[in-house]
Each structure stands twice: as C-alpha cells, then as structure tokens.
DNA sequence: GAGTGGTCTAGACCACTAA
DNA sequence: TAGTGGTCTAGACCACTCC
C-alpha cells in the first residue's frame, strides 16, 4: 500500500535546493509530523520518481539520505518503510554549549584562565607538537542556568588565533575556532569517570571526592593538525551523555 | 596531480560483490597501506572511471562511501583529497564484548543471575510494556583477562527466546540476539558516573564509593519495539569509552 | 510470477575554485 | 579560462521476497 500519495511533495525547480534534498526535507516533515506513520512503505521508487517527474536516481538519494539517518530501512522485494519513532533526535555527539541550548537550559560561560604555555608532555604529543612548545591554555567554567557543570580544560596549537576572555564567555569555542577558519573535521573522544579533585570539587560546589565525568578529545582538520585538546570534567549529578547510535551489521 | 595511477585497481565483473564495493574497499586498503598518501589528490572522477572502464556514478558511489568513512573530502572546484590518518578505527561504538575481543584481551563472562521476574516500573517504561510484566533479568560480571571490568544489569522483553547462562558465558548477547532473529536497528545510550554501592564495589573489587562509569541503554527494533534495556557499571579506574566522532557541519 | 530495491550505464548542464 | 565535483536524466538488468 503506497502511502506517500495521501502527503503534499511539491518540488520548487527554480529553487537552488536540489531536488533531492527538498524530497527528503519533506519526507522527514512527513514522518516528524505523523503524515507518514510507522511501519508505512512508502511504495515503489519507480512510481514516485514518476509522479514527481524526476528520475529514479534522484528519489534514491532522497530516500538513501532518510536511510542513512534512521528514519527509513530499505528491505529488497519488500519495499521501504517507515521506521518507529521511538528514535530520533540528532545522532551527533556536538559541542557542549549547542547541547545545552537545543535543551532549552541557559549555558554561560565564565574563563578562570587564559594563557600561553609551554606545553605539558601529553598535551604536545597529542597535539604533535615538540615538547615544550608554546600552546594557548585555557581554563573555563561551563554553567546552566547560573549553576556550575562542568571544568573545560584546553589546548590550543598557536593558530595565529588568539581569541578574547569576552568572545570565549558569550560564545561556543568550536564556534570562534570556525570564524577563524580552522575547520574541525573529525575527533578521537576517550570518555571516563574519576573522583574530584579537592580543587575541582571546590570550583563545581561538589563535595570532595565526587565522581566526574571527564571527556577528553583531540580534534584534527582534514590535514591531520590537531586543532584543539582538551579535558571535560563535568559533575555526574548533575550531567549525563545522550547518545543515538545506529546499528549497521 | 593524480596519484591513483600509481596504485593498482582491478575490478573482477565476475565477482558477485559490486563494482563500486571493490573500488571503495581497494581504495580504503590503499590509503591504509599507505599506497595514497595523506593529502594526494585522487584526481578527476570521470578519468578514473574511464581508466576502470566504469560509469562515473558508480565510481562517486565508491568514493562517496569512503567520504562517510572520513578517509577522504572533497572540494569542488578542487579535487578528491586523502585525509591525514590521523584518526581511524571504526566509528560505531559497538558491544563491550567485541571492544575488548579487538583490543586484544581475552573477555570472559559470568552470569550471577538469570529469571524472570515482573519488570520494575523504569523498565517497564523503557521497554514498552506493562507495569509489571514478566521480563528476563539477567546479571552478568564481565571480566578481562580475568580481571573484573563491569556489573552488566540486562533486562529483556519476552521474545520467545531464553538464552541459557552457558550460551551467555561464551558469546556476547548481542551475537545470541541476532542468531535468535532478533536485530536491533537502533539505541539510545546513556552514558553517566556515579560512585559504587558496597555490593557493586565488592563484585568490582573497588573500594566503596569509587567512581562507577554507567551506560544505559535502550536497543529497538525497526518496528519500535524495545528490544533490550539495560546497565553497564564499569570500574572507571580499569575502562574508558573510545569515540571517533566525524563532524560535519 | 509479480513486485521490490540493488546495481550500473552514458551521457548532460551547472556551480565553484584556482590560476 | 580550465578543471573539479554537484546534480540530474532515462533508461537497463539483476537478486531478492512474497504469494
């Protein structure tokens, strides 16, 4: 039974959206808003491509992108259907400040320290710099809602970007590291828990000895530079970590 | 300047696996053996294609693949470029029991408790199912190389299927699911510190009150159905969580 | 046997980048 | 201006699933 004949695709060919895209923004419209429900087979890509008057590839595009963000499952001889929406929300694992704004909490940020310096052993090696080497240290408190969460330490290589105690405490620092052209293109993220600190539990109003969970995580752009390392130490009581993981076999 | 040209590519049209699934992985094989350097320009698309007597959508399928993998970007206007392999390893964050099978330490797994019991409320929830309802829980003590590493709490919806402690000592669950014809599609994943009760700090051979790195995680089906639910209490003095993020803006 | 997605071809025009 | 990837078309045959 071919569903999507009762939902409105309309496609705009003067826009400069692709085809493709569009289909699949409104397909996912779709499914968000319970126009296609779970377990619909969204019939034939022939027919569809047909109706729409675009040609098959393009309608696979469409759907392999829906495929691909685990609102659809293509079943070979049987169809593509609709997948329950127990699931959603984005499957990335973004930065900690777009995290807690999508959750409607007031993230704000206060800088304990900002310096150039020589760089500690561990930091230089996963910053693949020589030891010693002058790199920009930065200490800062992450807050929600005027509550503390979380200790961010980090490292940056000498970028010829040096950014402002002001700029760091009003906005997300992946955000000012891509004005300045430094583009992050992936990451290696080890996730742990340790007891606090007799500083740490001070600066998070923890008693001593709390569990934190800390995150550490080199990022590199597509050359391969490290572009940043840093450590989260985030109160357990009150932060967690929400994952959305597709399970391809 | 294109360096494809150096490496060998041969495709088999007799071979039942797809063209674009040999190049893609002939590909993958030559930037992990070094073959294609960090940096080099994989050259013209439609040149490839023609070389491997291909069309060149299929030759933009295999390339695509290994842009979604992170190994390669590219840049119009400019070219298909090799990413510095800074950072590999499957991105999933799979089970536990393959982690550590990969890693090279010999996981083992002993079962504590195994019954069904009527669900507690939260599970309830999670799983989709009434109050109350009789669900498999099952306890189990992950070890490494005899080591304890994890308290794993697993609760699962009736399927019809009842796996027995020795089934669950040699394999991971997630293996036992699968040969049952139970897939799951998709999970949601908590991931949290918290400090060890005394009961879980014995099992663990930790001090009381040591930090706890906790997973808990809802698997589902595509249908929707809540597929398992369940708790990792890992010593976070022993185990930490590996993530390769890609990030894409 | 009928219907589905999976793969593949041989073209085309456009937008962007760099020199 | 020349070269690149981004998008799109209109077909084709195959493998698989279900009846």
Same mark, same amino acid.
């Given at each position: 039974?071919?569903?999507?004949?009762?939902?409105?695709?309309?496609?705009?060919?003067?826009?400069?959206?692709?085809?493709?895209?569009? &289909?699949?923004?409104?397909?996912?419209?779709?499914?968000?808003?319970?126009?296609?429900?779970?377990?619909?087979?969204?019939?034939?890509?022939?027919?569809?491509?047909?109706?729409?008057? &675009?040609?098959?590839?393009?309608?696979?595009?469409?759907?392999?992108?829906?495929?691909?963000?685990?609102?659809?499952?293509?079943?070979?001889?049987?169809?593509?259907?609709?997948?329950?929406?127990?699931?959603?929300? @984005?499957?990335?694992?973004?930065?900690?400040?777009?995290?807690?704004?999508?959750?409607?909490?007031?993230?704000?940020?206060?800088?304990?320290?900002?310096?150039?310096?020589?760089? @500690?052993?561990?930091?230089?090696?996963? &910053?693949?710099?020589?030891?010693?080497?002058?790199?920009?240290?930065?200490?800062?408190?992450?807050?929600?809602?005027?509550?503390?969460?979380?200790? &961010?330490?980090?490292?940056?290589? @000498?970028?010829?970007?040096?950014?402002?105690?002001?700029?760091?405490?009003? $906005?997300?620092?992946?955000?000012?590291?891509? $004005?300045?052209?430094?583009?992050?293109?992936?990451?290696?993220? $080890?996730?742990?828990?340790?007891?606090?600190?007799?500083?740490?539990?001070?600066?998070?109003?923890?008693?001593?000895?709390?569990?934190?969970?800390?995150? $550490?995580?080199?990022?590199?752009?597509?050359?391969?530079?490290?572009?940043?390392?840093?450590?989260?130490?985030?109160?357990?009581?009150?932060?967690?970590?929400?994952?959305?993981?597709?399970?391809?076999?």
């Amino acid at each position: 039974m071919d569903v999507t004949w009762s939902v409105d695709l309309s496609l705009d060919r003067g826009s400069p959206v692709p085809l493709y895209f569009q &289909l699949s923004q409104q397909l996912e419209s779709a499914i968000e808003h319970g126009r296609l429900r779970p377990g619909a087979l969204l019939g034939n890509e022939i027919r569809l491509a047909g109706r729409l008057g &675009l040609s098959r590839p393009t309608v696979r595009q469409a759907i392999q992108n829906l495929v691909d963000k685990g609102l659809l499952v293509r079943r070979r001889g049987v169809g593509t259907q609709v997948v329950h929406p127990r699931v959603r929300r @984005p499957s990335q694992l973004s930065s900690l400040w777009d995290d807690l704004e999508a959750a409607g909490r007031r993230p704000s940020t206060l800088v304990r320290s900002l310096a150039a310096v020589p760089a @500690p052993p561990e930091v230089a090696t996963a &910053l693949g710099l020589a030891d010693g080497a002058e790199v920009l240290r930065l200490e800062r408190l992450r807050l929600a809602d005027g509550e503390p969460l979380a200790l &961010l330490l980090t490292y940056l290589p @000498p970028h010829g970007f040096r950014p402002s105690a002001d700029e760091l405490e009003t $906005t997300g620092l992946y955000r000012l590291l891509r $004005t300045a052209g430094v583009t992050p293109h992936s990451a290696r993220q $080890t996730i742990g828990a340790r007891a606090a600190t007799p500083e740490e539990a001070t600066a998070l109003t923890e008693p001593p000895g709390a569990p934190l969970l800390t995150l $550490t995580r080199t990022a590199y752009d597509t050359a391969g530079r490290a572009v940043e390392h840093g450590t989260h130490a985030c109160r357990a009581s009150r932060y967690s970590l929400d994952l959305q993981l597709l399970l391809r076999p």
